[in-house]
């Protein structure tokens, strides 16, 4: 049965993304907001809102509580996560199911063994994707030099229930596997309430590729191509592309049929990726893990396609079964998204909330600007700092990278500082330009001084 009426139940630039899928596929939406966040625009264009509680993210947007009872009191029959939150928490899914509402992505089940790093891992040797040399399940502190010697070093510590960088650590001898691991645990611990650990090969200088699935939870599993995510700061991606750049064509079609094969083998519902690192020396690339949500960086794929996965996802999840087959699916073009957020990139990208004073968003051809910003908006201090995100296509990767630098120069966030000016500098830089880049990349170039302050007052005003 059709979604009649949605709950969003998160905040910011996919709150916003969300409401206009639903709008184009007709579905009323209800808004969950905090009271810090009754003034954001996602609260203004949806039929409606419903304050969940304060300003702090634990009593409001991560109370599964609140959450579900404001759902279910304001009619709607749907739930849709957005990313981060509750997006990836089973424990949400089965209170949506159990209030006789959708969640509109994969089933708990789902969310909890792929969530599971180690269990995830299993599911992909099983599906016959190939996976980075490591610990076979979770391990004791005891067993970790045994394995470390065995799969040779530097090795990575990571948590086993973990994301988005926490309770991991990279060793290079068993001294320091010794001393890192309990520091690990205790990390994940704090992060995501469980500590247990698994060990992995570091590969070094990969790049970070990941693939984008569609499934309808019946077995049927399309992909959408790949993506791009190679700079990243912290573990956390700042740039993303479409397609990735310089892939053997042999090797982009194996990463995609061996992401359709896990999907498949897990029933997948709705959109979610799958993570690769890439050896571009060897030209292998290795499953790290899969999210089973929508991703910040979707737009590129939806931009060089040209669907809208998350009215994808709205259609699934009302029942429909997957709209596509695998040869109605086409990639054209290049896309770049690039995450503006408020901090500021000249001191150490210390977050800068404040008021919207003046706002210039671009417009033109292959230009799409992703935001919940208006003039006069302030910005709260208590969640993430993404402001929203600026993608470009173009007919090949260096004039989408032109096309992204020329419309950097013509937004304007006034009262803010942001992320603009490490963008421009990546866009004119040449190792960027040729695509000689990979995940450990951006610290050290950061660090080197490539950032510099000409480029400080382009884009924002102080």
């Not at 509109?104 to 180690?118: Q, W």
């Not at 530097?154 to 320091?176: C, D, F």
């Not at 053997?248 to 094969?261: F, G, H, I, N, Y």
């Not at 990767?397 to 009262?415: H, K, P, Q, S, W």
Request: charged share 20%; aromatic share 6%.
């Amino acid at each position: 049965m059709a979604i009649r009426k949605l709950f969003i139940a998160n905040r910011g630039e996919i709150a916003v993304r969300i409401i206009r899928a639903a709008k184009s596929l007709g579905i009323e939406t209800v808004q969950a907001h905090s009271e810090a966040d009754a003034g954001m625009l996602a609260v203004q264009l949806a039929d409606g809102a419903v304050c969940v509680g304060p300003a702090q993210a634990a009593k409001s947007y991560l109370n599964i509580a609140a959450v579900v009872a404001a759902a279910k009191d304001a009619g709607c029959d749907a739930v849709h996560p957005g990313y981060g939150f509750l997006a990836e928490n089973a424990e949400f899914a089965r209170a949506v199911e159990a209030a006789c509402m959708v969640f509109v992505g994969p089933t708990a089940e789902t969310i909890d063994r792929m969530g599971d790093k180690v269990a995830a891992k299993i599911a992909a040797q099983a599906a016959g994707v190939p996976t980075v040399p490591g610990s076979d399940g979770r391990i004791e502190a005891a067993e970790a030099v045994a394995i470390a010697e065995g799969i040779g070093y530097p090795v990575m510590i990571k948590a086993a229930a973990g994301g988005g960088g926490r309770g991991i650590r990279i060793a290079t001898s068993a001294e320091e596997l010794a001393r890192l691991a309990p520091q690990a645990r205790a990390e994940a611990e704090a992060a995501f309430g469980d500590g247990g650990l698994y060990l992995e090969k570091v590969i070094l200088n990969p790049r970070h590729i990941e693939v984008q699935i569609l499934g309808d939870g019946t077995g049927a599993a399309v992909h959408c191509y790949e993506r791009e995510c190679s700079l990243q700061r912290r573990r956390q991606k700042v740039w993303e592309e479409a397609p990735a750049f310089g892939l053997p064509e042999a090797t982009r079609k194996a990463l995609c049929d061996s992401a359709v094969a896990l999907a498949q083998a897990v029933n997948y519902r709705g959109a979610g990726t799958i993570e690769y690192l890439y050896d571009g020396a060897a030209d292998r690339f290795y499953f790290i893990e899969m999210n089973t949500r929508i991703q910040v960086e979707h737009p590129v794929t939806e931009m060089v396609t040209g669907l809208d996965l998350v009215a994808l996802m709205l259609r699934i999840a009302g029942g429909e079964p997957l709209p596509l087959t695998q040869e109605q699916i086409s990639c054209t073009g290049h896309a770049i998204e690039v995450r503006l957020n408020a901090e500021d990139p000249f001191l150490q990208f210390l977050p800068f909330p404040g008021k919207v004073t003046a706002l210039t968003i671009p417009v033109g051809e292959g230009v799409r600007f992703d935001h919940f910003l208006y003039e006069g908006y302030q910005i709260p201090p208590f969640y993430d700092s993404l402001l929203g995100k600026l993608i470009v296509r173009a007919e090949d990767r260096a004039a989408a990278i032109g096309r992204m630098a020329d419309t950097l120069t013509g937004i304007e966030i006034g009262g803010l500082k942001t992320t603009i000016p490490l963008h421009l500098a990546l866009a004119a830089d040449a190792g960027v330009r040729a695509g000689e880049f990979h995940t450990q990349w951006l610290e050290p170039w950061l660090a080197a001084g490539n950032l510099t302050a000409p480029h400080r007052s382009i884009g924002e005003r102080p």
